[in-house]
């Protein structure tokens, strides 16, 4: 489980640690910065799936997804009583992610390529900085993997770890677009990169499905076994059908008997190709995909998420009430708080009854996010024990 996020300068995220527990709500005003913490989740994660640069440079390049403001604040701004003005950068541009659990921590540091770089990708961001440590600080004695630009240096094996000051260099240099992780896989050397990397590989983020008539969710598709919902929820009703079979098919029916009172998802099957549908009180045949209303199909889509027979280490999700009645969000919360016992889930949401009613959920902690001076900053710091945190300097 994951104890820390740490984030700077990723948009308003100018220096932000969030402590975190198994369920975590985070709300806070328009503009706060919760889908800006959203995303910079998801970057961390793409990391380990070798995306995070394309995925920069789609978001804008990296001029534009760092802090827009000032690299530090005077105290004459921070007291209100200056403008924040214009300031020529002195430290070099940094974006740096990172989190930790109780037994490893990781951290990525990205920047821009020398001045003099004659490549077409003078824009391409580089990874700087790449580190492993065992435990939840980052110690020079805890490090475990170390990237420094193209080198990877990982500490001694065997015997030498715990401390030991012996360091093997790796002959091969990486890329300065390659994350250390997607690059290096040998499970003999860096037990514990595969560890992390397997971990965040598993991450899962739902954000918006499509219910539009085009949505995906509502064609008739292929049916194979779909432990996992996809991001775009095309496989929704191999899902369930997956649920049904070798997961908690019970709690599926509830859930959908819970929103719906007498309804029960079907899944139609033509010849290898599945349809979602729903039987439903009072109507003489299900209704099929297509007829389904938009917060029907969300919550059905969210349930397939939340029910996951093969559930991620750590499942996100973007403002899930979008679209449905504030009456389905108590049975919303409860499918939420069960997926909880079984992955770390961190949720964004607006809905004040989904949050009253997550934060009544035992383990679960709010997360109230606000801006000063621009930066996201944590509400009520005093109340959160926010964790220590140290970057890798480069
Ligand atoms: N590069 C940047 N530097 C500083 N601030 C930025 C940068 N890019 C975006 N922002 C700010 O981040 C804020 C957007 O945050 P975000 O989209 O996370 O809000 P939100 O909390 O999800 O709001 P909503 O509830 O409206 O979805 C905007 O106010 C925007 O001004
Ligand atoms: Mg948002």
Not at 95 to 123: M, N, V, W
């Amino acid at each position: 489980m994951l104890t820390t996020l740490a984030i700077a300068n990723y948009r308003s995220l100018r220096e932000l640690i969030v402590p975190l527990g198994s369920l975590n709500v985070i709300t806070g005003p328009n503009g706060s910065g919760k889908s800006n913490l959203y995303r910079a989740l998801r970057l961390l994660a793409l990391t380990a799936r070798g995306g995070v640069i394309p995925s920069l440079a789609r978001e804008g390049g990296l001029q534009s997804t760092l802090w827009a403001g000032p690299e530090r604040f005077s105290r004459a701004v921070s007291a209100g009583e200056h403008a924040v003005q214009g300031t020529v950068r002195k430290d070099a541009v940094s974006l740096k992610l990172g989190f930790a659990g109780e037994t490893f921590g990781y951290a990525i540091d990205l920047g821009l390529p020398p001045p003099a770089s004659t490549s077409q990708f003078a824009l391409d961001p580089v990874i700087k900085r790449e580190c492993i440590w065992s435990g939840p600080i980052l110690r020079p004695s805890a490090l475990l993997v170390d990237r420094q630009g193209p080198m990877i240096r990982i500490r001694g094996e065997g015997g030498g770890r715990g401390g030991s000051d012996d360091w093997t260099t790796l002959a091969q240099p990486v890329a300065s677009f390659d994350s250390m992780m997607t690059e290096f896989a040998d499970p003999r050397s860096a037990p514990e990169m595969i560890a992390v990397r397997e971990q965040i590989r598993s991450w899962r983020f739902y954000d918006h499905f499509r219910t539009d008539v085009q949505a995906a969710a509502r064609q008739v598709q292929i049916g194979t076994h779909s432990p996992v919902l996809s991001d775009d929820g095309a496989n929704l009703a191999a899902a369930l059908q997956t649920i049904r079979e070798i997961g908690d098919g019970a709690a599926l029916d509830a859930a959908i008997g819970d929103a719906f009172p007498g309804a029960r998802a079907e899944i139609v099957n033509h010849e290898g190709r599945f349809e979602v549908a729903l039987r439903q009180d009072g109507l003489l045949r299900p209704l099929r995909g297509a007829e389904l209303s938009d917060g029907t199909l969300r919550y059905l889509l969210l349930a397939a998420a939340l029910l996951s027979p093969r559930p991620p280490a750590l499942l996100v999700l973007d403002e899930p009430e979008t679209s449905l009645h504030p009456d389905l969000l108590p049975s919303l919360a409860r499918l939420i708080a069960r997926a909880s016992t079984q992955s770390q889930v961190l949720v964004v949401s607006h809905a004040p009854r989904l949050v009253a009613a997550l934060e009544r959920e035992a383990g679960s902690q709010s997360i109230v996010l606000e801006r000063r001076l621009g930066a996201t900053a944590l509400a009520d710091e005093d109340a959160h024990d926010v964790p220590a945190w140290k970057w890798p300097s480069r």
